[in-house]
């Protein structure tokens, strides 16, 4: 998914695959390269690329002299949720449509489409964020309450 939506190695993708599911949640580089079949290099370059978009996060064990990654708890939450990821492209957009005032409509049309998704979004969000928590409680209350039923 990282590769073809994002443009990244394909090692970010497996990376964080395989934080997101194996036992225990914290691996150090020289276990993810193991497990992956990766050069180092690669953990390297993927664990930095997931560090600097905020779903990993380093841990370091207590007696051990070397870090590890885990995947980010709620890091989800946090990233596809921010109102700033709209908030640059936006700048962007302004730049060029104030670069093509003077130029007919149908010039400005592409660019103009982009702006208003990105307008659209960045109104919405917050709205939508509520709903998704507001339905996140409840599904969580009802996997407690079966959880319950069967026990």
Not at 2 to 17: D, I, K, N, Q, T
Not at 54 to 61: A, D, K, Q, S, T
Not at 63 to 82: I, M, S, T
Not at 125 to 132: A, D, N
Request: charged fraction near 30%.
């Amino acid at each position: 998914m990282f590769e073809l939506e994002a443009g990244a190695p394909r090692m970010v993708g497996r990376v964080l695959g395989w934080l997101l599911v194996c036992e225990p949640p914290e691996q150090s580089a020289a276990e993810l390269a193991e497990h992956l079949q990766a050069s180092r290099g690669s953990i390297s370059t993927a664990t930095r690329v997931l560090l600097r978009m905020g779903l990993l996060e380093r841990v370091r064990l207590r007696g051990e002299r070397f870090d590890r990654f885990q995947a980010r708890p709620a890091a989800w939450d946090e990233v596809l949720w921010r109102q700033e990821q709209f908030r640059l492209p936006r700048r962007v957009m302004k730049l060029g449509l104030e670069a093509l005032a003077d130029e007919p409509p149908n010039r400005r049309a592409r660019l103009d489409e982009v702006d208003f998704m990105y307008a659209w979004w960045e109104r919405h969000i917050g709205e939508l964020h509520q709903q998704y928590l507001a339905d996140k409680a409840r599904a969580h209350r009802a996997g407690e309450q079966r959880r319950n039923d069967d026990g």
